[in-house]
C-alpha cells in the first residue's frame, strides 16, 4: 500500500471511533477523493507544519454524547496520552532540574477567553461605560454592570496581566480625564498606549469618594494627597514648604 492509502486509513478509522454515525468520515471521504497525489501530500504537508490545524468532528449530542470515558476509550485505541508528568520550573526557577508532580496529571488544551469577553457572552452584560453620573463620574444605569467584579480583578493579578487592570480601573472605570484623552487619542492616531494617558488620583472619582469616607471618619489618609494632611489650614501652611513628606 502506499503512503497515501496508509494516512486515510488512519484519518478514517479515528475519525469512525469519534463519530460512529461515519458522517464525518464520509465528508472526509469526499475531500480527498476530489484531490490528486500531489495535492494530497501537499494539503498534509500543511496540515503537519500548523499544529494549530486539526480535523473538525461535526456531532449531534444527543445521539454520540461526549464524555470523559468517550475520550478516554478514544486516546487509549490511539495511543494519545491524557496523563503526563507535569514540569514546574516556575516554583524555583530551576530550569535544569525543575520540580515535577508525584503522579500524572491530567493535560488537555483549554480555551482561555478574556474576561469582558465571557462576560458578554455568558452574562450578557454591558461592557460599555458611557454612561455616567455627572455628578460622580462613575457609571450608571445599564452601564453599572461594566464594572469588573472582586472575581476578575483576582483573576487579572494572578494571571500578572497588571496593564489591564490598570486599564479597567482607569481610563475603562471612572477616570474621566484619561477616558476623555484616551478616546482623543484613538481618534486621531487610531491607537493607544497607557504610557501616554493620565494618571492621576485626582481624577479617579472611587479613590475620592473612598478618601472622603476615611476623612469623615477622622482617619487621615494618603490615597490621594501623599503627605495625608489635607485639611485647609494644613494646605495653606504647605504653600511655604518646597516639598511634601518623603514617603
Given amino acids: ?114 474576561l469582558k469577553q465571557m462576560v458578554m457572552s455568558k452574562s450578557h452584560t454591558s461592557i460599555s461605560n458611557t454612561k455616567r453620573d455627572a455628578r460622580t463620574g462613575q457609571v450608571t444605569g445599564d452601564d453599572k454592570t461594566a464594572r469588573v467584579t472582586d472575581v476578575e480583578a483576582f483573576s487579572l493579578i494572578v494571571q500578572e496581566l497588571y496593564a489591564c487592570a490598570q486599564e479597567y480601573y482607569g481610563p475603562m472605570s471612572d477616570d474621566s480625564a484619561a477616558t476623555f484623552e484616551m478616546t482623543r487619542l484613538i481618534q486621531r492616531d487610531g491607537e493607544v498606549s497607557l504610557a501616554d494617558l493620565p494618571n492621576d488620583p485626582v481624577n479617579k472619582t472611587t479613590m475620592n469618594t473612598i478618601n472622603y469616607y476615611i476623612l469623615g471618619s477622622g482617619l487621615t489618609t494618603n490615597m490621594i494627597d501623599e503627605s495625608a494632611y489635607v485639611l485647609p489650614i494644613t494646605l495653606r501652611d504647605r504653600e511655604s514648604k518646597t516639598s511634601t513628606i518623603e514617603r
Fill in 1 to 114: 500500500m502506499s503512503l497515501r492509502t496508509d494516512i486515510e486509513r488512519d484519518v478514517y478509522e479515528f475519525i469512525d471511533d469519534m463519530d460512529p454515525s461515519g458522517k464525518n468520515t464520509e465528508r472526509m471521504r469526499q475531500l480527498f477523493m476530489g484531490m490528486d497525489d500531489k495535492a494530497f501530500y501537499k494539503y498534509m504537508d500543511t496540515f503537519f507544519d500548523d499544529p494549530d490545524r486539526m480535523f473538525e468532528v461535526a456531532y449531534e449530542p444527543y445521539n454520540n454524547p461526549v464524555n470523559v470515558p468517550f475520550i478516554e476509550r478514544i486516546a487509549k485505541a490511539h495511543n494519545i496520552p491524557l496523563y503526563e508528568i507535569v514540569y514546574k520550573p516556575y516554583l524555583t526557577g530551576d530550569t535544569e532540574n525543575p520540580p515535577a508532580s508525584v503522579h500524572p496529571i491530567l493535560v488537555m488544551d483549554l480555551p482561555i477567553k478574556r
